[in-house]
C-alpha cells in the first residue's frame, strides 16, 4: 500500500532514462502487486482498511478534510483512486521531463475543461491557439462564457506578431493555452517565446500546452516554460 507520496515512484530511477525507455518499466512496483511483471488490471470499487482509523485518515486525505496530515491518502475507493490509474499517472510523471505530478481524467476533454476551471477565474481571459481540436474549441468559444463568464481570443501562436497583439489587446491574461503541432494544420508554436510573452504580460498567467501529436518522447513543454501538460491517450 502507498501511504505517502515518497512511495509512489515519482523519484524512480528509471526517469533518468530516455522517455522511450523508462515508459516500458517506471511507474509499476512488482512488490505492489504480488511480484507480477506486467500489471495487473484491478477491477474492485473499493479497498481494504487496516483498521476504520485508517479508512477515515485516508478519506480525510482525499478530500483534503480537517485532520487529514496532506499525505497521499492511499487506496480508497476507484472513482478517487485505483491501482491502475496510479500506475499511469507515475509513468506520465517518469517520461514527462521536468514534470513533478499527473492526474488520469476520463478523458483528454475532461482533462482540458477541468484544467481551466481550475486555473482561470470567473471572468478570466484565455488567448489559445486557432485553429484547435474542435472540443477544445467548443468548450473554450461556447461553454466557458455561457457558463464561466470566461472568455478567450483565438490566434494564430505560431505567428510572433499575431500573438503580441493579442496579448497586447487582452482585457487581461489568466491563461495562454497552446495546441503544438495544431490539430489539424500541424501549426508549430515556439513554446518558450509563448510563455515567456505571457509570463511577461502577467507573471501569473498559466501557461497550458496540449502535447498530444508530439508526446513526451519528441516534445518536452515544462522544459520550454510550460505549467500544465495535456494529452488525449487515445492518440
Known sequence: RRDSIQDRSYKDPLRDLHPSSAVIRAGYRSDLS??????????SSAFEF???????LFFKRAYGLEGSDGKNPGLVYSRLNNPNTEILEDKMVAV?????????????????STSVMALVPNGGHIIHTNPVYGGTYYFLRFVCPDRLSITSTAVDTSDEDALREAIAAAPRLDMIYIETPANPNLNITDIALAASLAK???????VAVDNTFLGPVFQAPFLCGADVVLYSATK
Open 96 to 112: 514527462e521531463k521536468g514534470s513533478g505530478f499527473a492526474s488520469a481524467f476520463p478523458s483528454g476533454m475532461s482533462a482540458i
Open 50 to 56: 487496516a483498521s476504520a482509523e485508517e479508512g477515515e
Open 200 to 206: 511577461e504580460a502577467n507573471p501569473s498567467c498559466t
Open 34 to 43: 504480488e511480484r507480477a511483471i506486467k500489471p495487473p488490471i484491478f477491477r
